[in-house]
């Protein structure tokens, strides 16, 4: 057990140093949920009559925004692991008597971690134009949001293993990010769409993710939709993280 | 006491893939390595060479046959393998934007070691292999013979008792080819087997106490540089045509010998089939 904490540890620590070090990325990231919410939230605005308020839109925005910023997060650990097969490091880290869990563990962590400096920044520039704060609401959110960032992390890292290919990588991911996006109800909720939109929408998990951060963000700990959304990210975690795992085992260059 | 390494009909075939059939990389190895050797296991690209070290140091799933590795079963007791030995491969797998010092920190940590021994360990390694001025800048900023020097101590923090390098001074120009060399030697002085895969016959010439040639999967021939070198004739070696006067010969006339053609012309051979 102490082996395993301490090769996540070290894991997580080399993956940090690399994002530090490249100061693009961090900016890059930060930048992505801010311009949805200054480019995007005030086409809202006149969507109904009245006209909502700033702090109305961003009431019902930012829990999306956060959703897709743990979405793409995640996303970028496909690229990163093809490099790392590209370089050689994943063999050199293979050869060692590390878990391979734990190659994985580490790298999930840190993009855990840098999906939260951004989204707590994200809700404080938000809460500075009016979007109402409900502490224990969003930290329950976030605690969710993590989850996600986990899935989609350990999702990436496998099919970049697989597929050991930049090309073929962005073309998986592109083709599955826009449907996605689309069906989570991030931009606008699937509840304006007509029935078999909403049906569809059930087979996308971001779907219940943004369901459920719309209602934790208002401050209520429960609802039927944040028990669906529990019941499908957690196992959907493990069983993905698993699955990476074993993909980590019989990687090869 | 045990060989080092040991295969008993080591076989590997990759399943076919889109239009071309199954391939088999690797058919009916047998090697025996004593301890401290270093053993030189040369081949032209695509023999098996790769293939063959990759099972051995548990990457890849043994095909059949059996091999022990340091005393241990490969494909049972795969840990126990990874423990007792270290591997540097084709690729390198250093981490350009994290400093030589940190990479060898990772590297001991993720072999068990703790804090303090690896700083320790570092010191030595680093005068070892001749790393001391750069250790504390990014890897990206090094030179390739240095790089080159900084993955052989990340795959031997840990002391191993057998360590495979793959193709080492690829890339290298001859002076630091040179360099490399007179490190890996530094590495046998210390007792440490090393299993050297090379397609470069003066590196095996150079380092190899003995050394076994491989092609298209088989071990075509095997004994010291000398043995191999005297199955050839004076004439066979004056066939060979050449600009500079040969003085004897040389483990390219081996492969000739054994396999019918030069080991430059089986290399473009593959670039042409790839």
Known sequence: MKKLFTEIGLFFQRKIRENVRQPVWIMSGLMTPLLYILLFSPLLRNLSHPPLTTAQILNSFVPGILTLLAFSTGMGSGWTIIHELETGVVERMRVTPAYRFSMLAGSVLADIASFLVPAVLVIVIAAFFGFEVHVVGLLILLVMLCLLVAIVSAWSTAIGLIVKQIGSLAAVVTTLQLPLTLLSGILLPISLGPLWLRVVAHIDPLYYTVEASRVLATGKLWATSIGVAWAVIVPLTVIVMAWATRVYRKAVA | ?274
């Not at chain 2, 423990?83 to 990479?103: F, K, M, W, Y």
């Not at chain 2, 397609?199 to 095996?204: G, P, Q, R, T, W």
């Not at chain 2, 600009?243 to 006339?253: H, I, K, M, N, Q």
């Open chain 2, 1 to 274: 006491m045990d060989a080092a390494i040991e295969t008993v009909g080591l076989k590997k075939t990759f399943p076919a893939k889109g239009k071309g059939g199954a391939v088999e990389a690797v058919r009916g190895v047998d090697l025996s390595i004593p301890h401290g050797e270093i053993f030189g296991f040369l081949g032209p690209n695509g023999a098996g060479k790769t293939t063959c070290q990759r099972m051995l140091t548990t990457l890849l799933p043994i095909g059949a046959g059996q091999a022990r590795v340091a005393g241990f079963d490969v494909a049972r007791e795969p840990s126990k393998v990874r423990c007792h030995i270290g591997a540097v491969g084709q690729l390198g797998g250093s981490d350009g934007p994290a400093t030589g010092r940190e990479n060898l920190m990772l590297s001991g940590r993720l072999y068990g070691l703790s804090r303090r021994d690896t700083l320790r360990k570092i010191d030595e390694v680093s005068e070892l292999l001749d790393l001391g001025e750069p250790l504390d800048r990014v890897v990206n900023t090094w030179s390739g013979g240095q790089k080159r020097r900084l993955e052989i101590a990340l795959g031997i923090m840990h002391e191993p008792e057998v360590l495979f390098m793959d193709e080492p001074s690829t890339g290298l120009d001859p002076q630091n080819r040179a360099n490399l060399w007179t490190h890996i030697l530094r590495l046998k002085e210390r007792g440490m087997t090393i299993f050297l895969t090379t397609h470069y016959l003066e590196e095996a010439d150079a380092l190899a106490d003995r050394l076994a040639i491989i092609d298209h999967g088989e071990i075509v021939a095997e004994g010291t540089p000398e043995e191999l070198k005297r199955q050839v004739s004076p004439e066979e070696v004056a066939q060979r045509i050449q600009r500079e006067v040969p003085s004897g010969a040389t483990l390219d006339d081996v492969f000739f010998k054994i396999c019918g053609r030069r080991l430059r012309d089986a290399e473009s051979e593959e670039e042409e089939v790839a």
